[in-house]
């Protein structure tokens, strides 16, 4: 396979049961929608609960009540593969990403024995099907689920995703020889590329597939010192600016058509280079890792969207040790550093502790959660 065909054999997972509750009755499918968020997520690997996306395109939208955080989790750790049925089965030696679909699930991962990525469907009686191979780094789903971008040696790639798991290849463009980076975040209609070292991606590059062939510009965006989604509603990005004069960083809202530039920021507010914001499914709250006023911990912080840049400033911390999946518009559920996972609102109602059984320790390994698509 080229890494832009789909296979056409099916093979189901080698699945064992683990100790979970049963799950709550399956949500009737919805049709895609929205242009949220998908955080890429090569190095991104914190649990995953089902985190919504949807659109916003204006006034917030009406918020939905809390659901039940022990219910319906998709989780990856690691090689594993942690399903809400209570099963769970290794998928090879590092899953980068999980998106849930209505039909089922889309896993990003690396291959036991292999220094490639693939793209694999997950359907609800475990049937496993390849649909991208060869890829030099993760597979990233648009929120809609319609497309997929992926890199192969000497060339970026975006294919259209059918209902029915078929690939289409749409547009592909030559990466120049020397020219590193990978892509790290995909809204549908731009590719964000990264690269850096062992401290993690620190450079940025926009291609966008629907304007002609990727011209590297690594040059013209090194005011960006970290990226988080795409912004609610809108075709620009959100991410972190550097602040003329400090070693500190600014929330930022960044134009990909024009080399990332700073269409507003929001400066004062403390900020990690980690790449690491989930966005809730209202694209009202973004939550990011925050250094903790008093110790310098990293802990969660949460901006509002519709004020920051007016207002700048947190609109609650949360003592998690990273953000981690919005059950919905208003409760995240993440890891608090104690080996459980544990649920934050954003009216100040105080933690409490998720009790599902057989999930990975989150001290013990490292977790992520998985994005919903509609």
């Not at 399903?83 to 980068?96: A, V, W, Y």
């Not at 070292?197 to 926009?206: H, P």
């Not at 990226?227 to 959100?238: E, R, T």
């Not at 919905?328 to 009790?355: F, I, N, Y």
Request: proline residues 11%; aromatic residues 6%; charged residues 20%.
């Amino acid at each position: 396979m080229t890494g832009q065909d789909a296979r056409t054999t099916d093979r189901v997972l080698d699945l064992g049961v683990i100790g979970v509750d049963p799950p709550s009755p399956t949500v009737p499918a919805a049709r895609r929608r929205g242009r949220a968020l998908v955080l890429a997520a090569g190095v991104v690997v914190l649990v995953v609960l089902a985190v919504v996306a949807a659109t916003r395109p204006g006034p917030a939208a009406p918020r939905q009540p809390a659901g039940p955080p022990d219910r319906n989790l998709t989780v990856f750790a690691d090689d594993r593969l942690y399903l809400p049925d209570g099963t769970q089965s290794s998928m090879g030696k590092r899953i980068d990403a999980v998106y849930e679909t209505p039909d089922g699930l889309l896993v990003s991962y690396e291959p036991a024995g292999d220094s490639w990525h693939e793209l694999a469907f997950v359907s609800p009686n475990h049937r496993f099907r390849t649909l991208v191979d060869r890829a030099t780094g993760p597979v990233l789903v648009a929120p809609d689920g319609q497309r997929i971008a992926w890199a192969v040696p000497g060339a970026l790639r975006v294919a259209f995703l059918g209902p029915d798991g078929t690939v289409r290849p749409d547009r592909s463009t030559p990466v120049p020889e020397g020219t590193r980076g990978t892509p790290v975040l995909f809204t549908g209609s731009a590719v964000v590329l990264g690269r850096g070292s062992g401290s993690g991606v620190t450079e940025f590059d926009v291609w966008l597939p629907d304007r002609g062939d990727y011209l590297p510009s690594w040059t013209g965006t090194t005011h960006v010192t970290g990226m988080y989604s795409q912004y609610p509603g809108s075709f620009d990005l959100i991410g972190a600016v550097g602040q003329p004069g400090s070693d500190e960083s600014c929330l930022a809202r960044l134009d990909p058509e024009e080399n990332l530039r700073p269409v507003r920021t929001a400066c004062g507010v403390p900020l990690m280079r980690d790449n690491v914001g989930r966005i809730s499914p209202d694209g009202r709250w973004l939550a990011v890792r925050t250094p903790d006023r008093l110790t310098g911990s990293p802990c969660v912080g949460v901006f509002d969207l519709d004020t920051v840049f007016d207002r700048p400033g947190l609109a609650a911390t949360w003592d998690a040790t990273e953000p981690g999946g919005w059950l919905d518009a208003t409760t995240m559920s993440g890891p608090r550093g104690d080996g459980h996972l544990w649920t934050w609102r954003t009216d100040g109602t105080p933690p409490t502790r998720v009790g599902t059984p057989g999930l990975p320790d989150p001290d013990a390994v490292r977790v992520g959660f998985a994005t919903r698509l509609w």
